[in-house]
């Protein structure tokens, strides 16, 4: 099994294909997340689509727009509402976790090990076999 994120930006206009990756795999939606965190002195939120794990093949994606939406619990903003529009559309809520900013890790691929073993602790993904 290979669990991996696939960041498409920061949230800018990488927020519509991040709504449409959820729109169209409606069937393969696990859930819709932002992770909370201040980077730099402003607090921002990463928003992700978590899918289900393809069959075969045991993949499972995790597209990301990483820390560039304002965090809406301190500054209400357009871009979170439309991902929160989704949601209510597609009949999910969006589970908000507070996470460390990715400049504390060295590489990026060592942040997003990290969200990955948060999520496999707290049982929203499935953990290695």
Do not use: W
């Not at 960041?7 to 800018?12: A, H, I, S």
């Not at 093949?57 to 991902?83: S, T, V």
């Not at 400049?103 to 990290?114: G, R």
């Amino acid at each position: 099994m290979i669990q991996r994120f696939i960041e498409l930006g920061e949230g800018y206009s990488d927020l519509y294909e991040l709504i449409e990756i959820a729109k169209a795999n409606q069937h393969r939606l696990l859930h819709l997340m932002a992770f909370h965190t201040e980077l730099n002195g402003r607090q921002v939120t990463s928003l992700a689509v978590v899918l289900q794990l393809t069959d075969p093949g045991k993949f499972q994606a995790l597209y990301i727009c990483r820390e560039g939406i304002p965090n809406p619990n301190f500054r209400p903003n357009k871009r979170y509402d439309l991902f929160k529009q989704t949601a209510e559309e597609l009949g999910k809520e969006i589970i908000q976790l507070s996470v460390k900013p990715s400049n504390l890790f060295h590489e990026k691929e060592l942040y997003y090990q990290h969200l990955i073993a948060i999520l496999r602790l707290n049982h929203y993904i499935k953990p290695l076999h």
